[in-house]
Nanobody, 126 residues
Framework: QVDLVESGGGSVQAGGSVRLSCAASGYTGRSYCMAWFRQAPGKEREGVAGILSFGTTRYSDAAKGRFTISKDDSQNTLYLQMNSLQPEDTAVYYC????????????????????WGQGTQVTVSS
């Protein structure tokens, strides 16, 4: 069982920055891949950024150039640094982990992830 707890959400003005954290517990080893997803009201959950166990990353088109995913294996923590935020980035952001074999092509596929955090709200005002 893997437990994921997100933190760092909040309200910010357009152009601002937010850093999300996801503390993971309940697993050993570093074979997991992890990712950030988001869901805005009335919309489907979408992949934002993902990272493989050895560090390869993948970003959605909306996130490229503005968001950075990273992890600290010593702290079992995943991060998402979000810069130049816009109102359309307003959503609940979820951390997810996958314990099975993971490829780059799966990193933005919500159906590939079996472990989810409770989500943290990010609201960007214009």
């Amino acid at each position: 069982q893997v437990d994921l707890v997100e933190s760092g959400g909040g309200s910010v003005q357009a152009g601002g920055s937010v850093r999300l954290s996801c503390a993971a517990s309940g697993y050993t080893g570093r074979s997991y891949c992890m990712a950030w997803f988001r869901q805005a009201p009335g919309k489907e959950r979408e992949g934002v950024a993902g990272i493989l166990s050895f560090g390869t990353t993948r970003y959605s088109d909306a996130a490229k150039g503005r968001f950075t995913i990273s992890k600290d294996d010593s702290q079992n923590t995943l991060y998402l640094q979000m810069n130049s935020l816009q109102p359309e980035d307003t959503a609940v952001y979820y951390c997810a982990a996958r314990s099975l074999a993971c490829g780059w092509y799966l990193l933005l596929d919500a159906s590939a992830f079996g472990y989810w955090g409770q989500g943290t709200q990010v609201t960007v005002s214009s």
